[in-house]
């Protein structure tokens, strides 16, 4: 993992400039979790209008490594979910040895530190995977909400590769229809939720 004093973290981007904060929040989180410092973190500089940044494959590993370690299934259960919602949004699946948009990135922190942290990144999502389980058991014995299910969904389907499946539950909005690629023939799907329309009556029509 890149270590916590590399100069390597001001030369990779959030959505508002330079990561060089990126690492006091991650140490903060490693010592105790704290779901303010998470937020801050997360929509700060790791995620912002289903876009992710270097900055955001570069803290992965730690998030990922936290999840796995830590004894409150809550926070284990947070992390699952958001660091799913950001592979659901990673734009460099299957490229190798690092996404091509890492290209000028490559040119200033050199090739091999650009491979380090796709390579990390990608085992960091292979151990959130692996909690997935673990996390379903946890969830079904504690009441949440409709749109945490379906985060757990998006997440799910992100780490097992399903992306459009995962990309579709999350710009979801309630009443509005789902759009999505059939990866068959790759026609437009939409697929519309079930409505109880009253009539003047009180009859019902679905």
Same mark, same amino acid.
């Given at each position: 993992?890149?270590?916590?004093?590399? $100069?390597?973290?001001?030369?990779? $981007?959030?959505?508002?400039?330079?990561?060089? +904060?990126?690492?006091?929040?991650?140490? *903060? &989180?490693?010592?105790?979790?704290? *779901?303010?410092?998470? @937020?801050? &973190?997360?929509?700060?500089?790791?995620?912002? *209008?289903?876009?992710?940044?270097?900055?955001? =494959?570069?803290?992965?590993? =730690?998030?990922?490594?936290?999840?796995?370690?830590?004894? @409150?299934?809550?926070? #284990? /259960?947070?992390?699952?979910?958001?660091?799913?919602i950001i592979e659901t949004s990673s @734009?460099? !699946? %299957?490229?190798?040895?690092?996404?091509?948009?890492?290209?000028?990135?490559?040119? %200033?922190?050199?090739?091999?530190?650009?491979?380090?942290?796709? !390579?990390?990144?990608?085992?960091?999502?292979? /151990?959130? #995977?692996?909690?997935? /389980?673990?996390?379903?058991?946890?969830?079904?014995?504690?009441?949440? %909400?409709?749109?945490?299910? #379906? =985060?757990i969904l998006v997440a799910d389907a992100?780490? !097992?590769?399903? =992306?459009?499946?995962?990309?579709?539950?999350?710009?979801?909005? +309630?009443? %509005?229809?789902?759009?999505?690629?059939?990866s068959a023939c790759e026609e437009d799907?939409?697929?519309?939720?079930?409505?109880?329309?009253?009539?003047? @009556?009180?009859?019902?029509?679905?």
């Amino acid at each position: 993992m890149l270590k916590w004093n590399s $100069d390597v973290w001001g030369k990779l $981007d959030g959505p508002y400039g330079s990561a060089e +904060n990126v690492p006091v929040l991650l140490q *903060q &989180l490693m010592r105790q979790y704290n *779901q303010e410092v998470f @937020d801050e &973190l997360f929509q700060e500089y790791l995620f912002h *209008q289903n876009t992710i940044y270097t900055a955001t =494959y570069a803290a992965m590993p =730690y998030l990922a490594q936290l999840a796995c370690f830590t004894s @409150d299934a809550e926070v #284990r /259960k947070e992390l699952f979910l958001n660091c799913g919602i950001i592979e659901t949004s990673s @734009d460099g !699946r %299957d490229e190798a040895p690092f996404p091509a948009s890492w290209a000028e990135l490559a040119e %200033d922190v050199g090739s091999s530190v650009c491979t380090e942290l796709y !390579r990390e990144y990608v085992e960091a999502i292979g /151990k959130l #995977r692996a909690l997935t /389980k673990e996390v379903f058991s946890y969830t079904a014995q504690h009441s949440i %909400d409709g749109m945490e299910k #379906r =985060y757990i969904l998006v997440a799910d389907a992100a780490y !097992r590769g399903s =992306y459009i499946t995962a990309n579709m539950l999350l710009t979801f909005s +309630n009443g %509005d229809e789902y759009v999505a690629v059939c990866s068959a023939c790759e026609e437009d799907v939409f697929i519309w939720p079930k409505l109880n329309l009253t009539i003047s @009556d009180g009859e019902k029509l679905s």
